[in-house]
């Protein structure tokens, strides 16, 4: 039976070919000009996981920047569902509607909501 060996230099070969290639590539991505991004669209709906700290949320954002608003639907792991408008203006709107323990707050943050720019 005939034996199959690899000898080390063609390991060496086909290990340098592909260090090479992994390398022009990387050199080729770095010359490319930078994407452009797209457009911020001035209306739209998402909804986002979000993992702040540990602590988990599902949010339903309702992006509306043409009217300058934002609404944001919290549902928190575990806990209540929270609504959460925010205005151009800068006012923020706050409730709950889970159960009899109806919650409202409001509060004036001088940012109003993120600008397509
Ligand atoms: C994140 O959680 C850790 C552990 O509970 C805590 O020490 C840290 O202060 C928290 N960081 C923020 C930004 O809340
Ligand atoms: C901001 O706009 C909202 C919606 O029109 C309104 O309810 C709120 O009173 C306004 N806040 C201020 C500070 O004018």
């Given amino acids: ?17 592909i260090l090479i290639s992994y390398y022009s590539d990387v050199s080729s ?11 911020w669209p001035h209306q739209f709906h998402s909804i986002l996981f979000v993992n702040f700290n540990g602590s988990l949320s599902l949010i339903d954002l309702w992006y509306d ?15 209540e569902l929270l ?11 706050r409730y709950t509607l889970d159960g009899d323990k109806k ?6 943050i001088d940012v109003g909501i993120l600008r397509p720019n």
């Fill in 29 to 39: 991505a770095e010359s490319d000009p930078d994407p452009t991004p797209a457009p």
């Fill in 83 to 93: 609504y959460d408008l925010e205005w151009n203006n800068g006012t923020v709107f």
């Fill in 65 to 79: 920047w043409t009217n300058g608003r934002n609404f944001n639907i919290i549902q928190d792991q575990l806990g």
């Fill in 1 to 17: 039976m005939k034996k199959s060996t690899v000898s080390p230099i063609t390991v060496l070969f086909v290990v340098a070919t």
């Fill in 103 to 108: 919650k409202c707050s409001s509060a004036l």
